[in-house]
């Protein structure tokens, strides 16, 4: 158990439909790092947050958002689901952003997309 | 960050050692090389890493040649559990990411 949660597990919905994703980070943790895996990219960065801010942003889609809230759990949105956003969705959590510190990956989230 | 290469996959026999080879050979001197494992569809699990010294923890132990250009991983008596794709990193340090570049990895199996 690294101590990093997500919910939900599983997530089926329609195309063209809105869903969020939640993690919560390991506690002292600041920085939240969300990943993309699907069959054909692989594992993908997103979006990176720390202390609440954006610090980074990799192959993350208009449609996607991300936050990170006051008490530092942050959420992914996505919007208008395409067929191709099927995949599985890996939250990570570090100390700090810049130190020479260790990302913890939660469970993830299966998002199916029919 | 520098680009890694690693066989797409390996066979280890259960209870023998699993060395797991990647090239790293334009990393550069404030990279750090870092491994992860990811077990089926759970969520990627951190291993150990190092800058230019060979390392051990209690998972395994990471050797990397000392032109720093090549690195293994070694588990020393690999089990069933240890089937898994494996994760050779190159990260560096001081910008203001930590992301991780994850590549294709190497399938290990581990046969009875």
């Known amino acids: 158990d690294s101590g990093v949660t997500q919910t939900p597990k599983h997530l089926i919905t329609a195309t063209g439909q809105r869903v969020t994703l939640r993690c919560s980070p390991r506690s002292g943790d600041l920085s939240v790092y969300w990943y993309q895996q699907s069959l054909d990219q692989g594992l993908q960065f997103l979006i990176q947050y720390y202390n609440g801010e954006e610090r980074a942003k990799g192959n993350i889609l208009e449609r996607f958002s991300a936050q990170q809230f006051p008490d530092l759990h942050s959420e992914l949105n996505l919007s208008s689901l395409e067929l191709g956003d099927s995949a599985l969705y890996f939250c990570?959590?570090?100390?700090?952003?810049?130190?020479?510190?260790?990302?913890?990956f939660g469970p993830g989230t299966r998002l199916t997309v029919l | 960050d520098a680009k890694t290469t690693q066989p797409t996959s390996m066979d280890c026999a259960e209870g023998r050692a699993a060395n797991l080879p990647c090239n790293h050979s334009t990393i550069s001197g404030n990279e750090y090389v870092y491994w992860y494992r990811q077990i089926h569809s759970q969520g990627p699990q951190y291993i150990i890493h190092?800058?230019?010294n060979n390392e051990t923890n209690e998972m395994a132990s990471l050797i990397i040649t000392e032109d720093r250009k090549s690195s293994t991983l070694i588990l020393p008596h690999a089990t069933l559990r240890d089937t898994a794709v494996y994760y050779c990193i190159v990260r560096f340090f001081g910008g203001a990411t930590n992301k991780l570049i994850f590549g294709t990895g190497t399938l290990l199996a581990v046969q009875p």
């Open positions: 190092g800058l230019k």
């Open positions: 990570a959590s570090s100390v700090d952003a810049t130190s020479t510190d260790t990302q913890y």
